[in-house]
């Protein structure tokens, strides 16, 4: 792995539990736009559940809060109307 961790338990407790949800989803057969939402909302919550931490660094609160606007602006492009999915599409594209 790129930081030469070898195995899942030397992982964080958080850090496993968003590698457990990615496995879970990228094991899945087929990938679907449904299984796209509930992926983001189960991250979304995550990400908030973080955010009551108030031993939080300014670093990592400014993680958490570019990962919650990520996975909103994903949600938007798969429930928004189709002019609203393109301005959010070009957004996430300039995040990239």
Same mark, same amino acid.
């Given at each position: 792995m790129k930081r030469g961790i070898k195995d899942?338990?030397?992982?964080?407790?958080?850090?496993?539990?968003?590698?457990?949800?990615?496995?879970?989803v990228l094991s899945e057969e087929n990938v679907t736009v449904e299984k796209i939402k509930e992926f983001c909302l189960l991250q979304i919550g995550m990400v908030e559940a973080q955010f009551k931490n108030l031993d939080n660094t300014a670093e990592k609160n400014g993680?958490? +809060? /570019?990962?919650?606007?990520?996975?909103?602006? +994903? /949600?938007?492009a798969i429930d928004g109307p189709a002019e609203q999915r393109k301005a959010l599409e070009k957004h996430l594209t300039t995040l990239l």
């Open positions: 899942v338990s030397e992982l964080s407790e958080e850090e496993r539990g968003t590698f457990e949800n990615w496995k879970a993680r958490l +809060i /570019l990962l919650h606007s990520v996975y909103s602006s +994903i /949600l938007g």
